[in-house]
């Protein structure tokens, strides 16, 4: 049971990178009440967000960190290297902290637990085919996640999200490795096959579809992919970001993992079980989301536009 009265709409959001950063300052927009907890103090300022320090990767930490929540929004991320050994611990003083707390939790969830797919369409229905450390990690906790939903441990819901792009999206395959480059005129990283079809969620869109989790109970217990335009190929989407930068790209493209820019070889070595992500087609359907809450997502080329105009305000 709870050990305190939760608020009538506090929404916790775990975690200050872009995703739970962008969330909080949409449900500021939303009106609702909201803190914002991550392991260091600072960041950029957030009307009406009220910042805390805290680590949810202890039971006593997450308890603190969730007290009086209605909703708790979990968009903790670590070093990649570092995923497998500590996300499950995390996991489970979250999920223990939410259960004392009576809070309903949204998490935010990456379509690694898929595995590769061959090029097939990924829905909320597709077979968890995982073989990677991380995809294998990421649909345990998945799969705890749901079953202490069932077992009316806490009420959860899962949204999957494919590749960031947008404001404050740095470490991305859309993000500081292409955006910088385009407008300087320095090169512009490609993973992989860049004329595969391949899915790109706008942040935007990650932070509205959460809000939207949060504010709907009726979609617990469930995996929903949040909105995402149309795949289109890499290639394109840089022909759409030449037009925005008025010059040509200079695109150089990694076919394996290796170091590059951003992206250290600390980093590569464990994204290479992730690189089919770049060799096959990776198309998400986020169809169900949208005809469930009567969301759409941003459209490429405005998400793109907007991107942009961020990226040059740190040049």
Do not use: C
């Amino acid at each position: 049971m709870s050990t305190s009265t939760p608020s009538r709409d506090l929404h916790v959001v775990l975690g200050a990178g872009p995703a739970g950063t962008t969330l909080a300052e949409e449900l500021v927009r939303r009106g609702h009440e909201v803190r914002l907890v991550s392991r260091s103090s600072g960041g950029e300022a957030l009307p009406g967000v009220t910042r805390v320090v805290g680590d949810v990767s202890t039971e006593r930490g997450a308890l603190d960190a969730v007290a009086g929540a209605a909703v708790v929004h979990h968009a903790v991320n670590v070093a990649y290297h570092r995923q497998v050994e500590l996300m499950p611990g995390i996991q489970r003083a979250v999920l223990a902290a939410v259960e004392r707390e009576g809070a309903r939790l949204v998490v935010l969830d990456t379509l690694y637990p898929y595995g590769p797919t061959g090029g097939a369409v990924m829905t909320e229905d597709s077979a968890w085919n995982a073989t990677g450390a991380k995809g294998l990690m990421r649909a345990e906790l998945d799969r705890a996640y749901l079953g202490a939903h069932d077992g009316g441990r806490a009420r959860v819901v899962l949204a999957r999200s494919a590749d960031f792009y947008g404001p404050r999206v740095l470490n991305s395959s859309l993000g500081g490795a292409v955006f910088p480059g385009a407008l300087t005129g320095r090169a512009v990283l490609g993973l992989g096959d860049i004329d595969l079809p391949h899915s790109y969620t706008y942040i935007g869109d990650v932070a509205a579809g959460l809000a939207t989790l949060g504010e709907n109970p009726r979609g617990d217990g469930r995996v929903w992919h949040l909105p995402t335009a149309g795949p289109v190929t890499t290639r394109d989407v840089h022909r759409l970001v030449e037009a925005r930068v008025e010059r040509p790209l200079d695109v150089h493209v990694m076919a394996e993992p290796r170091p590059w820019g951003p992206f250290d070889e600390v980093f590569m070595d464990e994204y290479a079980e992730l690189f089919y992500q770049h060799t096959e087609p990776q198309t998400m359907d986020s169809t169900a989301f949208e005809r469930e809450f009567g969301v759409r997502p941003t459209e490429l080329g405005k998400g793109l536009s907007t991107t942009v105009d961020w990226y040059r305000g740190l040049l």
